[in-house]
């Protein structure tokens, strides 16, 4: 049974809305799938939830970054990637051809994160330098420089309709700014360890942040009031999490070396993806939606791992990094993943399925 499937289908979020970032892509809403016809006699079916595997190849390997790549994401319109590192420097890449376009610099320390804007114009970056940059991607500038944290910022994202900014810090606090005017709206004393990831629901109703203190925690937007609070385990450090995209689950990864599914509702875990190693650093899990209903993250294996979201069943396992694998992104149309690993290897890599040609 597929978790986002046959629960309760009532939802505050606008069910109309059809932007997605590169991170929440669009996925169909909870609808019980018709019922499967008996299966032939022959080979048992490739998985335990009767979808067939992906098939995913490596397409491109791109090298430039100089130091430990921290984040990989494609633009909502899934014409560009852009990949950023601890060089400081934001990278501008074609994933149908491999090629550099640009680079935005500009920070003086460290990358951890970026997001783009919903209509692919814009990006934010989040530096140790204290400060998050916002970037016309085109022109290559920066817009606007966001001063506020009194430390590393570590985290970013924007709201759907990219009226809103959200980023979190090694100082603890989650601030939402305004990025149109570069000013800080709100300031949440959230935790009292790094943040290590932010995101906003759909409607941006609700903020979801997780940090080193071990908690994951819900917020209220507009009041910045915690509406909940879930924790993973005294051995389960928290490390990234987020909305799934119909914003009724989330979806954590933690140092335990386990990719969780939360009903933020109940408080309750409804399925638990473990194979990989995931027991020092910050990796990012995220959905896949364009082929099956996949799970995909890096791993300190050097690997990337896909499970199906229903079974749980590890489907697909991409081998080529030479070192850990901490970033990884899938594309929003197109059966296509992107990920980039730290130190030694220093590569991006775009992977494809057999059998969907790129554009």
């Not at 509406?227 to 799934?244: M, N, P, R």
């Not at 969780?260 to 993806?273: F, P």
């Amino acid at each position: 049974m597929d978790p986002l499937a046959g629960m309760d289908d009532s939802s505050t979020d606008d069910d109309g809305a059809s932007q997605t970032t590169e991170d929440d892509p669009q996925v169909p809403e909870n609808r019980e799938p018709p019922p499967a016809p008996a299966p032939p006699p022959g080979p048992p079916p490739p998985t335990s939830s009767n979808r067939v595997k992906p098939n995913y190849e490596l397409k491109h390997t791109m090298r430039g970054h100089t130091s430990s790549i921290s984040a990989v994401k494609f633009s909502p319109d899934g014409t560009l990637l852009a990949t950023c590192a601890n060089d400081r420097v934001v990278k501008i890449w074609s994933p149908f051809t491999g090629e550099l376009i640009r680079n935005l610099n500009g920070h003086t320390k460290g990358l951890s994160d970026i997001a783009w804007s919903s209509d692919s114009v814009y990006l934010a970056s989040a530096s140790d330098d204290h400060t998050i940059r916002l970037w016309d991607v085109d022109s290559g500038l920066t817009t606007r420089v966001l001063k506020g944290h009194s430390s590393f910022v570590f985290c970013v994202n924007y709201n759907m309709a990219s009226t809103l900014l959200v980023s979190g810090g090694c100082d603890g606090d989650v601030r939402i700014w305004n990025p149109q005017k570069g000013k800080c709206i709100k300031t949440i004393h959230a935790h009292l360890d790094y943040v290590t990831a932010v995101h906003f629901n759909r409607d941006a109703g609700l903020i979801v942040s997780c940090a080193l203190d071990g908690l994951i925690r819900i917020w209220d937007t507009n009041s910045g009031q915690c509406l909940k609070t879930l924790a993973e385990g005294h051995d389960a450090i928290c490390q990234h999490v987020q909305f799934s995209p119909n914003s009724k689950y989330i979806l954590s990864t933690a140092h335990d070396s386990a990719i969780r599914l939360w009903d933020y509702n109940t408080s309750r875990c409804l399925k638990t993806y473990t194979g990989h190693v995931n027991q020092k650093f910050c990796i990012a899990s995220c959905f896949s939606v364009t082929g099956g209903k996949w799970i995909v993250s890096g791993s300190e294996d050097n690997k990337v791992y896909l499970w199906d979201l229903q079974s749980r069943e590890i489907v697909q396992v991409l081998e080529g990094h030479s070192d850990i694998v901490v970033a990884c992104a899938t594309h929003p149309q197109q059966n296509m993943i992107a990920s980039g690993s730290i130190e030694s290897d220093l590569t991006v890599r775009i992977w494809v399925d057999r059998g969907t040609p790129a554009q």
